[in-house]
């Protein structure tokens, strides 16, 4: 499509799609602030990507031979709008040059181990005593203390301490944990950083002072999960009251009542569609196009979607997908033109996800020439204002390529200092969400201290009945808020919101494209009221364009942003049997809706992101206008590897068919009993590795494996090697040897995160704390993604619907009397 251009200095071209212009290069919510970037991989880039994008002049500290980064296949991305400056720490002077970076710096990332942090003395001690304005970002693989505190650093090694191998064990058809290649726990502890980050700078406003904040993968990945843990705990404390169900039993037949609404099949032509028909009514209408709308009238189906017998359930769901397989995939887009509660999303892989018409609608596919490499197509900025990227992008740099850094913003006058209370004491968020993806991002805030009023409808939020046991399926975004039942359909009702609004810092809105507007809650009506709202969309798809009104839920987006089909990519060969229709949807479904971790989490934190950055350009009196952030964008920059495409662009590195993993050391194997994930990739790592497994296989003895061409050469050999190794002995002895010689690898765990953690006292004392909520009473539940050297956090349990209409409605100046006639009258609920 035509686009719009700019000629930067150094000759480089940026086209975008439609959907505007991007402001100057010099501009963006934070422009000035400056970023000294220490992080050598994916967690610390994806973090220091959203400061750049933002605006921010962010500067690489790279070692001699340059960045690890710079061999991934997204590093045309993942540093793009950035400096690049060559800085040798283990030399001589080395220390002091990145001292004279840091004297100006407002922010610094790092990505090392703490005793690394300890040996380059930047530690928070240390930072605090050198440079005491400065706030930095410590991102490690499991946290600096805690029972799994010397572990590797490693994605896959997080994911397979976690759980999350076993949860999405059905994306292969063999037996066993499979391998998950979405880095769900680097996406995580990115964005938890940038919320540190960002929080730190909203408090130093106020104090003067930075201060360290620290972000790992395990915190990461685990703020990503919806409403598991909670309905684990029912699991463990109620054993005989309530069973989690899985959606499939051992022989692939259906058995949760989810598997329904979320019916992934394919089109009468092979298109593989996953539907996400989640709300009761949207499910009605799904049947009723299926023509099975007399289920619900039939006694045969009483119960439906939770029917009583296997053979019920296996015979409802083979109708839906006989069904399905009836029309081609032309013939579903007009069902789904024409009726706006049907929808679903044809499975997407790679550079095919930046093509989706709504993302080519509103301008988030972008081309960018690079010098060397040509056009480079990409996502645009994460954010974006008033229907715009946050800025022009420029190319990766080129190694020790400083271009004339932007002038950093000036210092305050730090006062007297002292201890530091919540970072965002004082700021209230008025929650407009629906279910995860976009109320969990004001959850996140509400743990650094914000006020949180949640905004529900007087039936509740339809999450709080999503899972079997009552709440449980809300639990966890609900945490640390409070509830407004409200009908926004009568003026009465506006009103109360409307009240809030003017006392607001945040809204923040997920619902479809024109339903803000219809319940006078959009941005235009609210900043008329409040101009200085920091306002933020955070819908499923946009707030206009061709699918700007469809429903959208993890799963759909999981499909066609390629996150499911980066995990399994090759789940969808062709089918013609019922059999093999039903084995496909199986995997699909793991691919797409297995929770802990999904679309939902990926975009609530980035949605928590743009909240911050809202807050912080408000704070530097930098005005953003609405600022927005979709489900489907965000799910596209968790992936950036997958969807980045250039002229000659190697392969990114891809699971085999069997989910095992990326390579000989990379992967599962298994052991006897269990399994373990080994991470040894790194030339570095190979010695430690061959002398561990010394008593039991002479690595070193054959000359296949002596080096790193040859050990790449003769991956499937080395495979088979170390399978047969790892086969004599029990997984818990390997990963306690292994760990010990310095080795990454562990047990795969066999049991979802959730439970581990609360059955370990220590991973519990370490990850976890104690809240109350009305449902649970005294609980664990997981504690702030994010932490501080000098402020604290506020973890609180969660309340039912309503809990605290009559204390708003009191605080806005409604007496007894006038509280119980709106109550009376259905205006308000609770």
Known sequence: ?????????????????DGGQAGPADQGPLAGLRVVDLSGSLPGALATLFLADAGADVVLVEPPGGSALRRRVDWPVLGRGRRSVVVDLRADGGRDELDALLADADVLVTTYRPETLAALRLTAADLAAAHPRLVSASITGFGPAGPWRDLPGYEGLVLAKLGVFHVKEAITARRGPAYVSVPFASWG???????????ALLERDASGLGQQVAADLARGVGALDTWNFYTEIVGIRWPEAFTVVNAFNAAGEVQGPLVYPLLTAPTKDGTWLQFAQVEPRLFVALMRELGLGDVFTDPKWAGIPALPTQELRTELWELMIERVGQRTLAEWEEVFAANGDISAEPFRRGADALAHPQLVHEGRRVTVTDPELGPVVQPSTLV???????????PAPRLG????????????????????????????VLDFGLMFAGPFAATLLADLGARVIKIETLDGDTIRQVAGFPESGGAKVMQGKESLCVDLATDEGRA???????????????FRAGAAERAGVDAATLRALNPDLVYVNAPGYGTDGPYGRRPAYAPAIGAA??????DAPGVQ??????????????????????VPVQADGIAALGAASAILLGLVARSRGRATGTLTTTMLATATHAILDQVVDYPGRPAPREVDDDAWGLSALYRIYPAAPGWVFLAAPADKEWPRLAAALAAHADLDADPRFATAPGRAEHDAALADVLAKTFGTRPAADWERDLTAAGVGCVEVAGRSQQTIIQVEPAAADEYCVTVHSDVFDEHLRPGPATRFSRSTTSPK????????????????????????DLRERGIVGG
């Open 496 to 510: 109360i919101v409307h009240d809030l609004a003017r006392r607001a810092d945040v809204v923040l809105q997920a």
């Open 189 to 199: 502890a990115a964005h938890t950083a940038v919320h540190g980050i960002l929080a």
């Open 561 to 566: 942003s390629g996150l499911a089909l980066t």
């Open 797 to 820: 349990g969660f309340t039912y619907a309503g809990a605290h209409t009559d204390a708003l409605l009191t605080e806005l100046g409604y007496g007894a009397a006038a509280i119980a």
């Open 401 to 428: 390529q400083s271009a004339a850094p932007t002038a950093p913003a000036a210092p305050t006058a730090p006062p007297a200092g002292g201890a530091a209370g919540h970072p965002l004491a004082g700021i209230t």
């Open 1 to 17: 499509m035509p686009g719009s251009s700019w000629t930067r200095e150094n000759g480089v071209t940026q086209t975008t799609s």
């Open 384 to 394: 974006q204002a008033d229907g715009r990227p946050l800025r022009e992008l420029a």
């Open 573 to 594: 060969s062709a089918v013609t049997t019922v059999a093999q229709k039903k084995i496909g949807a199986v995997r699909c479904f793991a691919a797409t809706a297995a």
